[in-house]
Structures are given as structure tokens and as C-alpha cells.
């Protein structure tokens, strides 16, 4: 399998995902490992946000952390073979992307010259991802995951109501949505009770 060119996402924070279904773990490692150009092009749809959130939580510029994406993506090509359970997926790619992070600035680090002091990153490929930031990334998966099992009226209302700046007016929404303005209170409630449910139904607290 050819690696891809992509793009990385043009936002962190988690985003309403694209209203293709979301291919289970098991099915993705499975067929990226046959070579599968489809199941390679669904895991970045499906991790992108979660690849890139990290190296900007970690301090870098939107420019290094794309570059740092770039290479997580080609690391995840290469090691996914050597990834034993597939449900582990996620949390793998958090730490690929924190090794490559810490490779970075390691990579940048001032040469150490007479009697100066340089603090050095942790040893990028034994070093654990901190829990807070583990903790971090996989409570915003969740909420990016559970966005996108949302039908598609309430994903798209969602995504204008919440994750647009600034968010969209009431008749804005009904507009484009072909609903009537009175409505839209009441079908907002409704997908937040269902995104609920499914956040509570993945563990998220």
C-alpha cells in the first residue's frame, strides 16, 4: 500500500465528523494490514483530529505539529502491523504521536556549550504519554466519536450550534436544516439527550 499524501485537520479541538459511517478498530488495522488504500483513508478521517491534537497540546505551532502529524501518519503505516489489539488502536496512535513529539524537540535542541544548562525532553521511545493528557485526548475522541453517531439533522445542528464561531442564529440553522425557527429549541434538546446517552454509553464523565 502506497502511503497517501494527507492533510492534517484544520482544527484540534473536536469537530462534528463527516457523515461517513465510522469504521470499527478491528476493521481498519485488518484491512490497512491486507492493503486496503479505503481502510488507510477512513483511520486518518477517523483519528486525524486526535494525531494532531497532540503535538499542540504539547506546545507546538500549528506549521510544527502539521509536520509532526505527517510523520505520525507514515510511523502508523509502517508499525501498524506490530500492533497486537486492535481495540488498543487509539491509545497507540496517542503515543506514536507523543514519541514523534518529543523526537521533534529533541531534534531542536541547542548543543550544549561551556557551562550552560539545556533541559532536556524525556527519552522519546521509552517515555509513557502523561495520564492528564491521556485522560485529555480520549475523553475528546469520545465526544468527536459520539458526534458522529449522531443522525445526520442532529450532527449538522450540532456542529452550527456548537462548533462554528461565532455559532449560527436559531433561523439560520432552521434555514438551512428546512425546519421551521420555532423548532429548533426543541430538536437541539433532543440531540443533546441522545449525544448524551452515547457519551454515557462510551463511559464519558
Same mark, same amino acid.
Given at each position: ?17 463527516? $457523515?461517513? +459511517? ?6 481498519? !488495522?485488518? #484491512?490497512?494490514? &491486507?492493503?486496503?488504500? @479505503? ?68 531534534? $531542536?535542541? +541547542? ?6 544548562? !539545556?533541559? #532536556?525532553?524525556? &527519552?522519546?521511545?521509552? @517515555? ?78
Amino acid at each position: 500500500m502506497k502511503i497517501l499524501a494527507v492533510e492534517p485537520p484544520a482544527h484540534s479541538e473536536p469537530q462534528p465528523a463527516t $457523515r461517513e +459511517p465510522l469504521w470499527s478498530d478491528e476493521r481498519l !488495522v485488518r #484491512e490497512c494490514r &491486507e492493503g486496503s488504500q @479505503a481502510a488507510w483513508s477512513a483511520l486518518i478521517e477517523k483519528y486525524k483530529n486526535l494525531i494532531f491534537s497532540i503535538p499542540i497540546k504539547c506546545g507546538l505551532s500549528r506549521e510544527d505539529a502539521a509536520d509532526v502529524f505527517q510523520a505520525v501518519c507514515v510511523d502508523a503505516l509502517l508499525g501498524l502491523h506490530r500492533l497486537r489489539e486492535p481495540k488498543a488502536l487509539p491509545k497507540w496512535l496517542m503515543q506514536v504521536s507523543f514519541h514523534q513529539c518529543l523526537r521533534w524537540k529533541q531534534a $531542536r535542541l +541547542p548543543s550544549v556549550g561551556g557551562n550552560v544548562e !539545556v533541559q #532536556e525532553e524525556p &527519552e522519546a521511545n521509552g @517515555a509513557e504519554i502523561p495520564e492528564e493528557l491521556l485522560y485529555q485526548v480520549e475523553r475528546e475522541q469520545c465526544l468527536r466519536e459520539s458526534i458522529a453517531a449522531l443522525n445526520a439533522r442532529c450532527n449538522r445542528m450540532v456542529g452550527m450550534l456548537f462548533f462554528e464561531h461565532p455559532p449560527r442564529p436559531y433561523h439560520e440553522v432552521a434555514k438551512e436544516l428546512k425546519l421551521a425557527t420555532g423548532s429548533i429549541g426543541f430538536i437541539r434538546g433532543r440531540c443533546l439527550q441522545k449525544l448524551r446517552q452515547l457519551l454515557e454509553a462510551k463511559g464519558f464523565k
